[in-house]
């Protein structure tokens, strides 16, 4: 089985500079003008799995609670390491998780529609 995460933002460009040049994810496809949206296919070629952003005239209303997170884990130290120096030099400061589990196991931040993110350390090989 695969698994999509589908989300859709107000500022595709934004979310996918992050998504790509920041977490050093890929650009995996893109559609264009399919019923008046737009969007691209985000991941690591082979997985299964990928995010899959969208936009149209329709803005995001975006609701959700601290508790809903995107849990990225890194398979490497370098791996782990070079995310968050990425993270670090465009500036995008850590957000202290609700729950305190995440504060050991990763580092939390936000993504450009404010989106929790983790990248934790449990997984490193």
Known sequence: MIFRVARHTNDLEKIIEFYTKIMGFERLGE???????????IG?????????FTTSQDNANHKFDPDDLLVFYPESETEYRETLNRIHENLIDPVTPKNPYWAVNGKMFLD??????VISNLKIS
């Open 31 to 41: 559609f264009k003008n399919h019923d008046g949206y737009y969007g691209v296919f």
């Open 44 to 52: 690591k070629k082979g997985a299964d799995w990928h995010l899959e």
């Open 112 to 117: 450009p529609d404010g989106f929790l993110v």
